[in-house]
């Protein structure tokens, strides 16, 4: 049966009907095969009773320390393990965390500084990875699924930060099978690398928001991936910004504040938007804009950031509002996210000092050239069912991830255009390793659009039924994934492997 029929069928139908989830029990399925984890229950989660306690102060997110006593050198410590964490009142939850936070410490070099990054996994039985998302690092540092650090050991991960990198990058576990888990049980951080002369005003700071995704049971630990989940991805039943749900920031009125959004969550799309209080976006993935972009509300598919200006304008309450976004849902569960209210804004009566205005100009983009080649990447969804057997893909080219394929072969140095076409029924945000790429144009219904601005970036959402074209480059050589960023996706077969050739 495709997927199309079994739609028909209604999966909404079958998998909210408590029977049904009986009887299609993965663990009582021979030859079921859902990327090696078995024991899922078939139904949407429970609703989580556990309350979070909201109106906290924002916590900073603790920096990474640098250990080395030289110029233009990062040198750190990061160790992956359990922790225990309480987000809820009397409920001690059991997590993954970097350094044993969740998110992990911020880590902040300046572009041309030369990381040296000891890394420990201490996960038990697991083997894991640290993927610099976005960054300019060669391919045999970039934490690859080819690349695992087995339990219990050690590797040093080096790279150098060439001028013009700074940009708003994050850090997790890349290993094969395994991401989707590692990464919704708390193995996330920011690494920001700052420019040499920022054009940004220093009174306007630099706030990191990290976004996660959180659910818990009862008992207070973090239940296992339901098949709702690996067919939409993973969505909890709270949004936490730097760990805390809807915690509070004060400021006084007149007050520009720079942010960096990051959505590290594995499958929520966030759409955003201040109540009350102006946007302006200032930078995407890879880094600043060439000229500030005045904006109502933004969509951040999982993966990708944006840098943003916000004004505090007027003594009062402003919020940090979810806003509606229909990204495709297969089954029952679909997140009520619209109304949610992520931050609290407690904007004083007090008036700052006057901020400086925003450079008009932020810094210049050079236009990626004409492309020596295009290639094409056609995301599908597939669902196959049987009286004994139930599988799923998620497709690339009609192709699930196969870590000994070479799907693409590429040359360094060569500007190319890729073609993202989602015929699927879900929007999937698309991401490539080892660089950044331009957006050229999205098309959608016969209907063609440029996006707002020129950008660099490393995510891109391909909304269901659109194709995103966009150029992009390889500086470095070596093998490159590229893979659609709702982590259980991933997991079920939407990566493929480019091996860029010196
Ligand atoms: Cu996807």
Not at 162 to 167: F, K, R
Not at 369 to 380: C, E, K, L, Q, W
Not at 412 to 432: C, R, S, Y
Request: contains cysteine; aromatic residues 6%.
């Amino acid at each position: 049966m495709d997927r199309r029929s079994f739609l028909a069928a209604g999966v909404a139908t079958v998998l909210a009907s408590p029977r049904a989830i009986a009887q299609m029990k993965m663990d009582e399925m021979p030859g079921m095969d859902m990327g090696g984890h078995a024991g899922h229950d078939m139904g949407a989660a429970p609703k989580s009773a556990a309350m979070l306690p909201e109106g906290q102060a924002l916590r900073e997110l603790p920096l990474l320390a640098n250990e080395a006593n030289a110029p233009r050198l990062f040198r750190a410590n990061l160790t992956a393990e359990p922790a225990m964490v309480r987000f809820a009142e009397g409920l001690d939850t059991p997590i993954l965390g970097y350094n044993g936070m969740s998110p992990g410490p911020l880590i902040e070099v300046t572009e041309g500084d030369r990381v040296e990054i000891a890394f420990t996994n201490r996960i038990p039985e697991e083997t894991s990875t640290i993927h610099w998302h976005g960054m300019p690092v060669p391919a045999d540092q970039d934490g690859n699924p080819m690349d695992p650090v087995a339990t219990g050991t050690e590797r040093t991960y080096s790279f150098e930060l060439p001028e013009g990198s700074a940009g708003s990058y994050w850090y997790h576990p890349h290993p094969h099978g395994k991401t989707a888990e590692q990464v919704y049980r708390g193995l996330a951080g920011a690494f920001v690398v700052k420019p040499k002369a920022d054009p940004i005003p220093a009174e306007y700071r630099d706030t990191v928001l990290v976004f996660t995704d959180l659910r818990l049971a009862a008992d207070g630990t973090m239940p296992d991936n339901t098949m709702v989940d690996l067919m939409n991805g993973r969505v909890g039943d709270h949004v936490l910004v730097n760990g805390q749900k809807n915690p509070a920031l004060s400021v006084p009125f007149g007050t520009k504040r720079r942010f960096r959004f990051y959505n590290a969550t594995n499958a929520r799309f966030l759409r955003l938007s201040f109540d009350g209080a102006p946007m302006t976006i200032i930078g995407t993935d890879g880094g600043l804009l060439e000229a500030p972009v005045a904006a109502k509300d933004v969509l951040l598919s999982p993966a990708e950031r944006l840098e943003l200006i916000v004004s505090f304008e007027k003594p009062g309450t402003v919020t940090l509002n979810m806003l509606d976004y229909d990204r495709g849902w297969m089954g029952a569960g679909r997140p009520a996210d619209a109304g949610l209210t992520l931050l609290t804004v407690n904007v004083s009566d007090t008036p700052a000092e006057a901020f400086p205005p925003l450079p008009e100009k932020l810094r210049p983009i050079a236009q990626l050239g004409t492309p020596a080649v295009s290639r094409r990447f056609v995301f599908t969804e597939t669902m196959t069912m049987s009286a004994t057997d139930m599988q799923m893909g998620f497709l690339i080219n009609g192709a699930a991830f196969d870590m000994g394929r070479i799907d693409v072969v590429s040359k360094t140095g060569q500007v190319e255009l890729w073609e993202i076409v989602n015929k699927a029924d879900m929007d999937h945000p698309f991401h490539v390793h080892g660089t950044q790429f331009q957006v050229v144009e999205h098309e959608r219904g016969g209907q063609v659009s440029k996006p707002a601005y020129l950008a660099w970036k490393d995510t891109v959402n391909v909304a269901r039924g659109e194709t995103v074209r966009l150029l992009l480059r390889q500086d470095r050589p070596g093998r490159r994934m590229y893979h659609c960023h709702i982590l259980e996706h991933e997991q079920l077969g939407m990566m493929g492997v480019i091996d860029v050739q010196a």
